[in-house]
């Protein structure tokens, strides 16, 4: 039997693998465009805690814990009139603190720790950033901070996370999200004045890291591409070769493509699947080629896309039904389960609404946990965050009625 | 003394109940107060202005004695009346898809 791995959603390994009938515990840590919620279960995953809201009133567009620290979470906080704040907590959600407090205030005091600057490196030479990117209309534009999308802590260090942002660029941090530098490779080799904003925005959503070659990770931007360091992120290339999007002005081109998520086995790392902004793709090399296995879903436009924490074959999408209609297809929730990698696909649809449903499912809000039976669990536009215990077959309501859920993130604790 | 509203947001993040009072030395501007402000709540650096180009957020304007002050340079002097305590300085975030 191949070994299985402690997974703390799409790309974290760690230790020893959780088995529902060893007092496994699961905890959901969900953003939405009003707070934060932390959602436990024990391994059973019948019964829900809900705490929250976290930081009521701001956008929480993702939270996700260390795969090495489970109890050290980062939370994306966020505000179109306020900026951006990175809150940490090193107690899986109790308390948070904004990272660079010389000393943990009281509960009831300011915090002690700045909100966090993400400054654009920029050239020696001119003082100016390093490129500009296409904007909507085809004219040059100049990059400008907006939010912090995705937040990839370190495979082996509590401390050290990575962070997509829009406009779109990668940071890191080595201090625990006390400071964030820019990993300046990805923007300054070369394509970036041809990246133009999706409809959310230019925006790097996708960050794996590859847990059997360090050096290795792969990103996503909207509406860029996908792109692929081999030496630790200095040196970034487009992997887009078999795309095709028919509404570019070049369906072929090597940037341009909208990919709406990306996710690998990190058993597998060398096969990666791939939601579209239309069509579901699989690449068995690493990005380097891929070939369309939509099959015969409804519909392959979509935001998600998932691995089975135990299965490399199985992967999980929700078709939506259009780009101008962001809603699913036919008033009826389905998830579509394919155990082949792609091309067949069967429906999912046991407890999830049939009729006169329309919402739409985000790119980061769907994740998996390791127990035995692995547990599949997505949020919606409606505010539902549903969760099943036996890989999709059967699916119910953890809470029905959050804000507009960004994000769904999962950890099987100990 | 100056007294400053900030919108409820960020009296949120910065665990601030009711208005904030800062004792600054003239000349008494909206840089010495924003200044004073993320000295005293570090976790107000760049929420009402941007971190890198230390401008006034788009968002966010700033009102006192019936006035709106969002386009006065930044080291301009406040209105007497906000110096000496009698009006509060206001921050307030544009009513913007609430």
Same mark, same amino acid.
Request: proline share 7%; glycine share 12%; aromatic share 10%.
């Given at each position: 039997?191949?070994?299985?791995?402690?997974?703390?959603?799409?790309a974290?390994?760690?230790?020893?693998?959780?088995?529902?009938?060893?007092m496994s515990n699961v905890?959901?840590?969900?953003?939405?465009?009003?707070?934060?919620?932390? #959602?436990?279960s024990?391994?059973?995953?019948?019964?829900?805690?809900?705490?929250?809201p976290?930081?009521? $009133?701001?956008e929480? &567009?993702?939270?996700?814990?260390?795969?090495?620290?489970? *109890?050290?979470?980062?939370?994306?906080?966020?505000?179109?009139?306020?900026?951006?704040?990175?809150?940490?907590?090193?107690?899986?959600?109790?308390?948070?603190?904004?990272?660079?407090?010389e000393?943990?205030?009281?509960?009831?005091?300011?915090?002690?720790?700045?909100? %966090?600057?993400?400054?654009?490196?920029?050239s020696?030479?001119?003082?100016?950033? #390093?490129?500009?990117?296409?904007?909507y209309?085809?004219?040059?534009?100049?990059?400008?901070? %907006?939010?912090?999308?995705?937040?990839?802590?370190?495979?082996?260090?509590?401390?050290?996370?990575?962070?997509?942002?829009?406009?779109?660029?990668l940071?890191?941090?080595?201090?625990?999200?006390?400071?964030?530098?820019?990993?300046?490779?990805?923007?300054?080799?070369?394509?970036?004045?041809?990246?133009?904003?999706?409809? $959310?925005?230019?925006?790097l959503?996708?960050?794996?890291?590859?847990?059997? %070659?360090?050096?290795? !990770?792969?990103?996503?931007?909207?509406?860029?591409?996908?792109?692929?360091t081999?030496?630790?992120?200095?040196?970034?290339r487009p992997? %887009?070769r $078999?795309?095709?999007?028919p509404?570019i002005?070049?369906?072929?081109?090597?940037?341009?493509?909208?990919?709406?998520?990306?996710?690998?086995h990190?058993?597998?790392p060398?096969?990666?699947? !791939?939601?579209?902004?239309?069509?579901?793709?699989?690449?068995? *090399?690493?990005?380097?080629?891929?070939?369309?296995?939509?099959? *015969?879903?409804?519909?392959d436009?979509?935001?998600?896309?998932?691995?089975h924490?135990?299965?490399?074959?199985?992967?999980?999408v929700?078709?939506?039904?259009s780009?101008?209609?962001h809603?699913?297809?036919?008033?009826?929730?389905?998830?579509?389960?394919?155990?082949?990698?792609?091309?067949?696909?069967?429906?999912?649809?046991k407890?999830?609404?049939?009729?006169?449903?329309?919402? *739409?499912?985000?790119?980061?809000?769907?994740?998996v946990?390791?127990?035995?039976?692995?547990?599949? &669990?997505?949020?919606?536009?409606?505010?539902?965050?549903?969760?099943s215990a036996?890989?999709?077959?059967?699916?119910?309501?953890?809470?029905?009625?959050?804000?507009?859920?960004?994000?769904?993130?999962?950890?099987? #604790?100990? | 003394?100056?007294?400053?509203?900030? @919108?409820a947001h960020?009296?949120?993040?910065?665990r601030?109940?009711?208005?904030?009072?800062?004792?600054l030395?003239?000349?008494?501007?909206?840089? +010495? =107060?924003?200044?004073?402000?993320?000295?005293?709540? @570090? =976790?107000? +650096?760049?929420?009402?202005?941007?971190?890198?180009?230390?401008?006034?957020?788009? /968002?966010?304007? /700033? /009102?006192?004695?019936?006035?709106?002050? +969002?386009?006065?340079?930044?080291?301009? @002097?406040?209105?007497?009346? =906000?110096v +000496?305590?009698?009006? @509060?300085?206001?921050?307030?975030?544009a009513?913007?898809?609430?």
């Open positions: 039997m191949m070994p299985l791995q402690y997974r703390s959603s799409r974290g390994i760690l230790g020893s693998p959780r088995w529902g009938g060893q905890r959901v840590l969900v953003g939405t465009r009003k707070g934060a919620f932390i #959602l436990t024990d391994g059973k995953r019948e019964h829900w805690d809900v705490s929250g976290h930081f009521a $009133g701001w929480i &567009y993702h939270l996700k814990g260390s795969p090495v620290d489970p *109890n050290r979470l980062y939370a994306s906080q966020s505000s179109g009139w306020f900026g951006q704040v990175i809150q940490r907590s090193s107690d899986g959600g109790k308390t948070w603190e904004t990272p660079g407090g000393v943990m205030p009281k509960p009831d005091a300011p915090p002690a720790g700045k909100s %966090n600057k993400f400054a654009y490196d920029t020696a030479v001119t003082g100016k950033p #390093l490129t500009t990117h296409q904007w209309d085809g004219t040059q534009h100049p990059w400008e901070f %907006n939010r912090v999308w995705h937040l990839e802590p370190s495979l082996t260090d509590p401390d050290h996370v990575y962070a997509g942002v829009e406009d779109a660029a940071f890191r941090t080595t201090d625990g999200a006390h400071t964030w530098q820019e990993v300046a490779g990805v923007r300054g080799h070369g394509t970036g004045p041809m990246w133009q904003p999706g409809a $959310g925005g230019l925006c959503h996708t960050i794996i890291l590859d847990a059997k %070659n360090p050096k290795r !990770m792969f990103i996503a931007i909207s509406a860029a591409g996908a792109f692929r081999d030496d630790g992120g200095t040196t970034w992997i %887009n $078999g795309l095709r999007s509404y002005p070049d369906p072929n081109a090597e940037i341009g493509h909208c990919v709406h998520h990306i996710a690998m990190p058993n597998r060398g096969v990666l699947y !791939m939601q579209k902004h239309w069509d579901v793709m699989r690449s068995e *090399n690493a990005g380097d080629s891929w070939e369309e296995v939509s099959g *015969n879903l409804p519909s436009f979509g935001f998600v896309i998932d691995v924490a135990h299965e490399p074959e199985t992967i999980y929700v078709p939506i039904k780009d101008g209609e809603f699913v297809p036919d008033g009826k929730l389905r998830v579509y389960r394919s155990r082949t990698g792609g091309n067949q696909w069967e429906a999912l649809t407890g999830l609404p049939q009729a006169d449903c329309y919402v *739409n499912v985000l790119r980061d809000a769907m994740a946990d390791s127990l035995e039976k692995c547990g599949v &669990y997505f949020g919606t536009s409606g505010g539902q965050v549903y969760a036996d890989a999709g077959d059967t699916w119910s309501a953890i809470v029905r009625d959050l804000p507009a859920v960004l994000s769904v993130e999962v950890q099987t #604790l100990p | 003394m100056i007294r400053v509203v900030l @919108p960020l009296r949120g993040l910065a601030i109940s009711g208005e904030v009072e800062l004792d030395q003239a000349p008494v501007t909206q840089r +010495s =107060v924003v200044d004073a402000l993320e000295s005293r709540y @570090p =976790v107000l +650096s760049g929420t009402i202005r941007d971190h890198v180009t230390q401008t006034r957020r788009p /968002f966010l304007r /700033f /009102f006192a004695c019936g006035e709106d002050l +969002s386009h006065e340079q930044p080291d301009t @002097p406040l209105p007497e009346a =906000v +000496s305590g009698t009006e @509060p300085l206001l921050i307030v975030g009513i913007a898809g609430g």
